[in-house]
C-alpha cells in the first residue's frame, strides 16, 4: 500500500510539472481602426500594375495586379491621429471580376505598436459589406500572430473609400521564447534530476504515506501556478 502510494505520488508531480512545461503564453489584442484608399486623383493610393494583355486592367478584370498604399487612422475622419498604413497586392481573382485575393501588411507606424507589423491574406468579395480575412503572422509586438481582421465599408464616395477595420489577434507564445521577460525557463535534464531529488528527499522527511502524498500534490500545484 504504501509503496503504491509512493510511486502514485511521484507520477503525479511529474505530470504536473510536464504540464507546466509544455505551457504557453496567451495574449489577445483587439484594435479598431479606419483604413482610407483613394483609386483615383492626385491622393491616389492604389495602382493597377499588371494584368492580361489586350485587355483594360481595372477593378472588374481578372488578372489585374494592383499594389496599394493605404493610410490607417485612429478616427472615421482622415484628419484623426494616424495609427499606420496598408501597403497590399491585391489581384482580381474570379473570372466575374468579383473577387479579389489580398496580401497585405499592416505597418504600425505611431503609437505603442510603432515598428511593428500585421499580416494577413484571404478573399475580398465585392458582393459584401464586410469582409474577413486570416492573420498568419507578425513582427516585433506581434509575434506569433493568428487570428482574424474584418474590414467593414463605412462610405464610398467618388472614388474615396474609407472602412473600418477590426484586429483581433491571438498570441501564442513558447515558454522557451527569448524575448520574455520574467518567464522562467525549465531544462528537461534538470527537471528529471530535481523530480527524483524532490522526491528522495520527501520520502526521507514523510514515513507516512498518505503525508508524502498531500505534500507532492500541494508542490505540484504551487509549481503549476507559478509557471503558468
Do not use: C
Request: hydrophobic residues 45%; aromatic residues 12%; negative net charge.
Amino acid at each position: 500500500m504504501a509503496k503504491g502510494l509512493a510511486i502514485a505520488s511521484l507520477q503525479i508531480l511529474s505530470v504536473l510539472l510536464l504540464a507546466s512545461l509544455g505551457q504557453s503564453k496567451t495574449l489577445f489584442t483587439n484594435l479598431t481602426m479606419y483604413l482610407h484608399e483613394f483609386q483615383s486623383g492626385d491622393a491616389q493610393s492604389i495602382f493597377p500594375v499588371a494584368g492580361l494583355p489586350n485587355v483594360t486592367w481595372g477593378f472588374g478584370q481578372f488578372g489585374t495586379v494592383f499594389v496599394d498604399d493605404n493610410i490607417f487612422t485612429q478616427g472615421v475622419s482622415i484628419e484623426s491621429a494616424l495609427v499606420g498604413r496598408s501597403q497590399a497586392i491585391p489581384v482580381v481573382a474570379s473570372l466575374d471580376g468579383n473577387n479579389t485575393a489580398l496580401a497585405a501588411t499592416i505597418l504600425f507606424t505611431n503609437g505603442k505598436y510603432k515598428g511593428s507589423t500585421v499580416e494577413f491574406k484571404g478573399i475580398a468579395l465585392r458582393s459584401v459589406d464586410a469582409n474577413e480575412f486570416a492573420i498568419i503572422g507578425g513582427t516585433k509586438q506581434f509575434r506569433y500572430a493568428t487570428g482574424y481582421i474584418i474590414f467593414e465599408l463605412v462610405s464610398a464616395v467618388g472614388g474615396y473609400i474609407i472602412s473600418r477595420v477590426d484586429l483581433y489577434i491571438r498570441q501564442d507564445i513558447p515558454d522557451d521564447y527569448p524575448g520574455q521577460d520574467g518567464i522562467e525557463i525549465f531544462s528537461l535534464q534538470n527537471f528529471s534530476i530535481h523530480t527524483f531529488h524532490l522526491y528522495y528527499l520527501i520520502d526521507r522527511a514523510y514515513a507516512n504515506p498518505t503525508e508524502r502524498l498531500r505534500i507532492l500534490l500541494r508542490l505540484g500545484g504551487g509549481i503549476k501556478q507559478e509557471s503558468g
